[in-house]
């Protein structure tokens, strides 16, 4: 069990990296603007759970693993500049007028979003070297067995980050009713979230391995 201080210090960590810009936030805002509360939360809730993907492999220590193939990192890393690009098109490409005949069911929407969320966490690998680097700095092997402080601390993280990003969902999420009565002004956020998206892929992309 990781000392008391150890788990306030991780917990100031844990809410600098969740409110930090980012692929993470910039989804979640993006989707509460759009689909209101609901839909920020849809995507939190997808980003969170790959988080616990994150922490499982950590646990195991695969992620030690991973990180150490240069072609696993290199194919996560792509991957995930591919997929931000292909939800910054979306967004650039949305006129903001209002839903099409064609739009999918509410059901399918839900489970979009959450998929959006889960695939944007999974495939950034900034996440796979947070885990790495600072994860092992608070973990000490004499409070017990590590896979169990590695799950703590990163039930810590998921509960943190959790909160973080309901609360920016719902408060993006209630400015994004404002913005619906108006498809100007909806075109226009979408721009911005499109190529905050874009450009995070592009720094993603040129990013040198840490």
Request: proline share 6%; charged share 10%.
């Amino acid at each position: 069990m990781p000392a008391p201080e150890v788990l306030l210090a991780f917990a100031a960590v844990c809410f600098a990296a969740a409110i930090a810009p980012g692929p993470d936030i910039l989804l979640i805002s993006s989707r509460a603007v759009a689909r209101g509360p609901l839909g920020g939360a849809l995507a939190a809730f997808g980003v969170v759970t790959g988080l616990s993907v994150h922490i499982l492999l950590a646990a195991t220590g695969l992620t030690a693993l991973f990180a150490s193939s240069m072609a696993a990192f290199e194919v996560i890393r792509w991957a995930g500049v591919g997929y931000l690009l292909y939800l910054a098109w979306g967004l650039l490409r949305d006129s903001g007028d209002g839903p099409a005949s064609d739009q999918p069911s509410a059901m399918r929407q839900y489970s979009s979003l959450f998929v959006q969320g889960l695939l944007t966490n999974l495939l950034n690998p900034k996440a796979v070297l947070f885990f790495l680097a600072l994860l092992p700095q608070f973990v000490d092997p004499a409070r017990g067995l590590v896979p169990i402080q590695i799950a703590i601390l990163g039930l810590e993280l998921m509960v943190i980050a959790l909160a973080v990003f309901l609360s920016v969902a719902y408060l993006v999420g209630i400015l994004g009713r404002g913005l619906a009565r108006s498809p100007w002004l909806m075109r226009l956020q979408n721009r911005v979230f499109g190529g905050a998206l874009a450009g995070t892929a592009i720094w993603l992309a040129l990013a040198e391995r840490r």
